[in-house]
């Protein structure tokens, strides 16, 4: 039986895709790859521009465009019905949204439209074959939506084999994007919605823009603090080595528990996912949770006085020493690098 396509909710704000829709596209097609099917991107939105070439370029075969007027804002219910309409469609195999706060409000809206299952803030796809012991009925090839569970205790994998399409909802910067091929094509399908009045019930009347301070996601570089800088004042030494090196700020969520640093810093389950260069864990113990939000970093630096402390066992590189001397000797051989 040939497989539904895998499709991925595509979320933009004025014509710019955000990179979680992208990162989906790339995961999307190494599934389709295995499944042999392909890759559709759902686009609601009031003007779909040069977006389509874009999501092509990502992976995408099929970009199912919704274009509204009063889809220029991302509301619930109107988007949620223009999603609803691409997967009627579309039948596709496997939905993926992005778990931003749109997806996370979007998704399970189209999952009890489609009275089908899903698993929210996943770390992890794959495909697999599922054996329901008492049917004795195997399933080939179901999505393994894979997330931490019981407060990052245990990693479960959930499995939705009756009612399709399978769906979920996956972390900003979990997957990697991939390099764009401008060479690939595929298909424009438009589509049209009606809206009633009752679809259009909530408006925007008013909107502030909080400009985003902090990019940990996008960082190259971060230095990280945790329970073991101590105190608010000794965060300084953080700041100054991310300063000198080019870094952006990140915190253990007991840090930022401490008040010692704003929630935005919080790298973790609870926090934000990142996958940088290099990222310096200053005086953090490695915690499961905070170890699945920076564990795909490219290499991982880990200043710590206890040597049994468990993020050693994932850190490539392992200082078993106090940070308040450490990080000082880091910063004075950084500069006398810099002035070679
Ligand atoms: C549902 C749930 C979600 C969570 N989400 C997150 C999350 O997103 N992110 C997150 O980080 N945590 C999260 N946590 C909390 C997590 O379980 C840990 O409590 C937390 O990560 C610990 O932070 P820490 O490593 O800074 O502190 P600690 O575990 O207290 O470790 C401090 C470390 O500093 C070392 N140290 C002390 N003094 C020095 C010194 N002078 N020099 C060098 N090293 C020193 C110690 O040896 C120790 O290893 C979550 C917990 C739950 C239950």
Known sequence: MKHGNVAVFIQQHNGKI????????????????????????????????????ILFSYGADNVYIIENAELKEIISIPYAKAVVEAVKKDAPGIVLFGATRAGRDIAPRVASSMKSGLTADCTELKIGPYTDNKTGKTYEQL????????????????????RHPQMATVREGVMKMKTPDNSR??????????LSPVDLSVKIINKIVKEKKVNLTGANIIVSGGMGVGSKENFDRIRELADIIGGEIGASRAAVDQGWVSKEHQVGQTGVTVRPKLYIACGISGSIQHKAGMDQSLKIIA????????????AHIKIVGDLNTVIPMMIEAYKKQDNK
């Open 18 to 53: 955000e990179n979680v829709s992208l990162e989906l596209l790339g995961k999307a097609l190494d599934i389709a790859h295995e499944l042999k099917t392909n890759v559709s991107a759902y686009l609601p939105c009031e003007k779909a521009g040069d977006m389509p070439k």
């Open 143 to 162: 999505l393994y939506q894979i997330r931490p569970a019981f407060g990052g205790n245990i990693i479960a994998t959930i499995i939705n084999p009756v």
């Open 185 to 194: 094509k595929g298909q424009i399908i438009p589509l049209t919605i009606t």
């Open 303 to 314: 200043i710590n006085n206890n040597p049994e402390a468990p993020i050693f066992n994932f």
